[in-house]
């Protein structure tokens, strides 16, 4: 189970990460949406890459998957604050990466 999460998130991340690095239209939108600098968009895009390649090599070596995992819980839980304040409330996306990170983080502490 442990592995499929990981695996799973890693994806999800991984490809939120290329859009955002793309500077795709998509992620333009959200960021315009939620009152966020487009100019972020890059940068975050590299700390949403660094997770998701975190996630990858910690099932190789546990603790940089399990930091991975933490990390990006503490990302996506700040990330709410934009969704929150971003008219009209849609949190369907924002949801999945925060739950598949929490089940990411509780997952690789049960496997340890």
Do not use: D, K
């Amino acid at each position: 189970m442990y592995v499929v999460i990981t695996l799973l998130t890693a994806t999800l991340v991984g490809l939120a990460a290329v859009a955002n690095l793309a500077r795709h239209s998509y992620g333009r939108a959200q960021a315009e949406r939620q009152g966020v600098p487009v100019s972020w968009q890059v940068p975050l895009g590299f700390v949403l890459g660094a997770g998701a390649v975190g996630l990858l090599v910690g099932l190789a070596v546990p603790v940089l998957g399990t930091v991975s995992a933490a990390c990006l819980v503490a990302y996506f839980t700040v990330a709410f604050i934009p969704e929150v304040r971003a008219r009209p409330l849609r949190m369907g996306p924002w949801a999945v990466y925060f739950v598949l990170s929490v089940a990411s983080l509780v997952t690789s502490l049960i496997a340890r």
